[in-house]
């Protein structure tokens, strides 16, 4: 071989057969089991996430329910919101309460009966049901809470008389 010459390489023929479309079976099984494992992780991230907030809310929630059937109406305003708070006074707050004690009478522990968890940009969001059974009647409650600096405070509050049990159709 002179020095002007120019080793040539030889180079393998492409190979053939099923190994192609194989490997792009393979590639793309890989990748949608990657997007399935975030979907995965960010799925557990949101319930544990939503679970702690329920936990949080729900302390709150009893606390305030607690201290109006105990008279601790100071106590169970402070729990309140700053837009309840903003909008609607303390007196008229403690009145609510008082009428609400009047219709119901004194009651225990009250019965998580639904939770529902909010969460985007305007914060957390959890909307909490009980079922209290009253020495004078049973009520359903349903409040909202809002997560503030201060932790989870209530935004809204509804009491509803439990439907009587009326005749039976059968």
């Known amino acids: 071989m002179s020095d002007d010459q120019i080793p040539v390489q030889e180079v393998p023929p492409p190979k053939t057969g099923k190994s192609g479309p194989f490997k792009i079976f393979a590639c793309c099984g890989i ?4 997007v ?36 601790q109406y100071k106590k169970a305003y402070a729990l309140v919101s700053l837009p309840w708070s903003t909008n609607i006074s303390e007196k008229t707050s403690e009145e609510t309460f008082k009428l609400w004690q009047k219709m119901v009478g004194k009651f225990g522990k009250p019965k998580l009966t639904g ?43 509804n009491f509803t008389p439990a439907p009587k049990a009326g005749p039976s159709t059968e």
């Open 36 to 71: 399935i494992v975030l979907l995965v992780i960010g799925i557990l991230y949101s319930v544990g996430k939503s679970g702690d907030a329920i936990h949080r809310a729900d302390l709150v929630a009893q606390e305030f329910i607690a201290d109006v059937d105990q008279n």
């Open 115 to 157: 939770q529902y968890w909010y969460g985007g940009t305007g914060g957390e969001k959890v909307t909490l049901g009980y079922s209290l059974k009253g020495s004078k009647s049973a009520v359903t409650v349903r409040v909202v809470l809002v997560s503030e600096t201060a932790g989870f405070r209530l935004e809204s509050c």
């Open 31 to 34: 990748g949608c089991l990657g």
